[in-house]
């Protein structure tokens, strides 16, 4: 069974997921209106990866004896600069991410909990492919600068890029 300690934690990661969710939601709703809409395919779809971060946590949760707690939804930001600001604020946000999965990880090894140790690995993985995909496009972003036609075709090819589940 998972401590109070162990449950409060990772219920507070279910919220941060929420939150990723809700942010990158508003990310793909900002970038559609603007027109890009294969950039704004591919944030829909890491919105709902998101969610799926989210709903494995409370399902681990309440099957460890633990409650799962559905957090309030809070408003992210709506408005961004342009596609640059959008992609460095998903990779400071993986960043976020990644320190506090980091933080959990360090609380099971203090509290003995090698179940719940096991299960985290899966998104201590994850994070390592979301910091490397967003600063991947970063990178291309850079190499594109103020290009339209370039800014065009990446637009294009983020349609079609596959997130991971
Ligand atoms: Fe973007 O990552 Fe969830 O965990």
Known sequence: KLSTNTEK???EQVELEAASSQY???MASWADVQGYNGIAQFLFRHSDEERIHMLKLLTFI???G????VPALKQPPLEFKNIHDI???VLKHEILVSTEIN???DLCLQEKDYTTHTFLQWYVNE???EEKMASKILDKLKLIGEDKG???IFDRDMGALRTED
């Open 150 to 152: 370039g800014l065009y």
């Open 87 to 89: 992609f460095e604020q």
């Open 103 to 105: 933080k959990l990880v």
């Open 62 to 64: 309440n099957d460890r």
């Open 24 to 26: 990158y939601l508003a």
């Open 9 to 11: 934690a990772l219920n």
């Open 127 to 129: 994070q390592i492919e």
């Open 66 to 69: 633990g409650f799962g707690v």
